[in-house]
């Protein structure tokens, strides 16, 4: 039988303790590593990744996505997301969207869109859920049902037709635009709507949320601060987009 001693460290062959230099550099590898798997972590959040991209059809939004991780990658997700905010502000380019719901999750009550470029309303209405709006969400946005069940006021059906107009061929910007997206593709199946290319599917949709965050330096999702009205938020998602661009921390 081999007995094994343990030997103190300045005994002949005893452990012995790497150089100050040796520590430095491992901490130093070390912390980059976890700066890398932060800033992988970090990147795949703001481009809406959630590993592969299957299923999702060809469009600009991915694309976009692409482009900010190469440029949060060779320059900073600062930069990333000045870059994006002057590209999605190009004439033409794409529509800022917002919806208000009845709960968490739809159906849509309220929707408004803009123009990216020039600010303008492009549609803003209440819709008709049919269906109840409940007290939690009527706290967060005000909306009463006796406002959305108001005889002028129309239903999804109708209001699709403006929205998908006014997507067609544009990148579709919003604040969280996981949850819109998914809340209009709801109402969309709800109906038995053909929602395709830009009003639903996610290869055109893109999130302000996460890149307006990296822009800021916040190690947290920052709210929108708009109100919870559609038009007003969607006015104040455009407002971070230009302070974006100008690199102002406004």
Known sequence: MRIVVCKASHEPGGPQRCSGDARAALERSLGAVAQLECRQAALTRAVGLSGALGGVQDGPALSLRQQYLIDAEALSPREAAARFA????????????????????????????????????????????????????????????????????????????????????????????????????????????????????????????????DFMGAKRWLRNGGGHRALGDVVQTRGHLLAMAAGSSA
């Open 86 to 213: 002057r590209s999605v502000l190009a004439p033409g380019r794409a529509i800022i969207v917002d919806t208000e719901t009845v709960s968490m999750g739809g159906p849509i009550c309220e929707i408004a869109v803009v123009d990216a470029h020039t600010g303008s309303p492009l549609l803003d209405t209440l819709v008709n859920p049919r269906c109840a709006i409940t007290p939690a969400a009527q706290a967060v946005h005000g909306i009463t049902e006796h406002e959305v069940s108001a005889p002028q006021v129309p239903t999804w059906v109708q209001v699709y037709e403006q929205f998908a107009q006014v997507a067609q061929g544009r990148v579709v910007l919003a604040y969280n635009a996981d949850y819109d997206r998914q809340v209009v593709a709801d109402d969309c199946r709800r109906y038995s709507l053909d929602a395709a290319g830009s009003a639903s599917d996610a290869g055109w949709w893109a999130d302000v949320m996460a890149p307006r965050s």
